[in-house]
């Protein structure tokens, strides 16, 4: 059986040969094995054996699918297998499953099968589940950052690491946090909030920064951490229910260098005017100084805490009714006022889950998942490392050229320089951090090499497509483009089976579409008058509004594009309405008696049969160049215990 194509292809139409043949050989390879009949040979071609649970399991997901009924007999599934295992045999004997283009595609295939093998669901629901209770529950948290650069050479770590302590020690003596932070702080904010960052919740902050400030209790100091940015420690000041988000229109009024006093005046007068009932909307427009706000009323977007200045932020979410607008209050940018349009409560953690989901995945949390993974798979690996030698190099550009040992996974060995080909697409600089980084991208990586020998469902699928991919490879050279070539085979194919090709009845139709019965009455009675079909056009429809559709053409008795209870007869039919607010009235000018095809008329159905035909030839030949020996006694058995099921 092959994947047939009715016309010239291009490279779209061959990766869809890819997957139906892929779907073939699924048929012949999937399904359950049963014990008894692994080491039972059924046949063997050339002395190369095929036993019987691989045939059982061609049967048994082949039979519910094929739908021709000549092959849901025992035998011609056996043969259907047989002609597969030929065609696998001599495309492995031309060496297609050498080429660089079978081997390119097939990496492809195989890193696309594995991504569902490398996922750790519940790793990620246990992150899910950790960001859900940080969303309903906010905290404020006061901090002091000493700026470091990721590959901060050792001795700038070090001199960081001892003044972050410093400041710890000076705040735990009973130093203000406040005092301390603007002494030692090098967050440029600093100086406005003294460290206060208000309140967040979860992905405000990057994980780390996030992971503490939820892991210290109120008014506690956390130990010293690091991030991207820097070394890090945190007061957490409060923790709250999470108000959820909130949805405000915006007047503002700029602060003016010039006249400090105008900002003020503005937006009391703007103030004393919503008092007296006037439309927020149309004062934001008219004159609110934030002009991305201003054209859309003052409307903003809805936001959650930490996503605003502070005291835009409290304000907007003090106020507590719809339709409520609040007091003039200042921040460092000018005045502003504030009006409630919509509060939006935390939702559920059935509601929330999807969008959680996405943001585990395309967070720094990604990284928690597969540093989970790793240690999940390495539990059944035998791994050993030699630490002591990666902390003998003061870095990893001592490491490279050097094929000391510092990894082993089971039998697979990994040197210095490996580490120091790893660290150059590496953001980690910290040996330690660096090091285990590339053990758990090896321990990964070997699992995905060594996927088959530990997952009989990833074996059982991967070999699908890589004996599908083979066989579309050998499809492509022995029929597909043998046929497409073959222009003279082709005719000679077509002329000795001309009377195969043959028109049913047909007419040439003028078909108009109506959404209204009474258009559809207008339109045949117009029809009826032999009037054209742009001028019908012109008097039915009424500007933009098209009231009816034209089409013309030559169609067969039959058709699918004609109403199931339409005659063939020339003139104008009457009106049907085979779908609600669908009417179509048929007009026949010529009908034409049955008579045979031309070959570009058919070219799609002859090129479909020759295919078959070359195949059919190709397999006879398959059959008389390799030697395939059954075993009787094996095949009876077999036929005898599924004869029943087909």
Known sequence: MTVLIKSKTDRKHLKMRIKKVVILSALLIGGLMQAQDQDKVLFSIEGEEVYNDEFIRVFEKNKDILVDEQQKDFKEYFDLFVDFKLKLRQARDMGLDTSNTYIEELQKYREQLIQPYLQNPEATEGLIKEAYERTIEEVRASHILLKLEENAAPKDTLEAYQRILEARASILAGDPFDSVAKTYSEDPSVKINYGDLGYFSAFSMVYPFENAAYNTEIGEISSPFRTQFGYHILKVNDKRKSPGEVQVAHIMAKNDSLNGDSARQKIDDIYKKLEQGGDFGTIAKDHSDDPSSAQKGGV????????????????????????????PFQSAYGWHILKLLKKYPVPSFADLHSRLEGKVKNSSRAGYVERSLAQKIAMDYDIATDRDKVYAYAGSAEMKNKNDTILRIVNEYYTANDLYEFSKQSKQ?????????????MIIDYYKAHLEETSQEFALTYQEYRDGLLLFELLQKEIWERAEKDSLGLERFFEQRRDEYVWKKRAAFTIASCTKREKAEIVREYMQQELPADSIKSLVNEGATIHVLFSKGKLEEGSLKLPSQYQFEQGVSEIFEEEKNNYTIIKASEIFEPQQKELMEARGEVMNDYQNHLEKQWVENLRNTYKVKLNHKNYRELKLRFSNKV
């Open 429 to 441: 600089k910290n040996t330690g951090d660096l090091f285990e980084e590339f053990k758990n991208a």
């Open 300 to 327: 903003l977007p809805k936001f959650g805490t930490g996503r605003m200045i502070k005291p835009f932020e409290e304000v907007a979410f003090g106020l507590k009714k719809e339709g409520d607008f609040s007091e």
